[in-house]
Nanobody, 125 residues
Framework: QVQLVESGGGSVQAGGSLRLSCAIS????????MGWFRQAPGKEREGVAR????????YYADSVKGRFTISRDNAKNTLYLQMNSLKPEDTAMYYC??????????????????WGQGTQVTVSS
């Protein structure tokens, strides 16, 4: 059974940084597509960043491009999201996700089938 557990969220002032981690267990395909999503109160969930393949192809939403960096450590089965120059509009619950053949619905460019419970990020002005 695949489990994803996020950590690293918290409260920070605008301009600050946070690094989110997603510990993954029971997942065989670490080079498959993985991603980070966020959802703010009253808003729909949106894709933030995704990473794919052995050569680590990455993609970012325009709203975070140049500020956020997605990476993974296959030896530690961990996905990361480094967030710099945080803005109040980055405030949201952040979720990590992993793809597999069990999903038949493409979201943010990949077939994500497993999701974490989320970690809250709050950015104050």
């Amino acid at each position: 059974q695949v489990q994803l557990v996020e950590s690293g969220g918290g409260s920070v002032q605008a301009g600050g940084s946070l690094r989110l981690s997603c510990a993954i267990s029971g997942y065989t395909y670490m080079n498959a597509c993985m991603g980070w999503f966020r959802q703010a109160p009253g808003k729909e969930r949106e894709g933030v960043a995704r990473i794919f393949g052995a050569i680590t192809s990455t993609y970012y939403a325009d709203s975070v491009k140049g500020r956020f960096t997605i990476s993974r450590d296959n030896a530690k089965n961990t996905l990361y999201l480094q967030m710099n120059s945080l803005k109040p509009e980055d405030t949201a619950m952040y979720y990590c996700a992993a793809s597999s053949e069990r999903s038949r619905t493409a979201v943010f460019g990949c077939f994500f089938s497993d999701w974490g419970q989320g970690t809250q990020v709050t950015v104050s002005s």
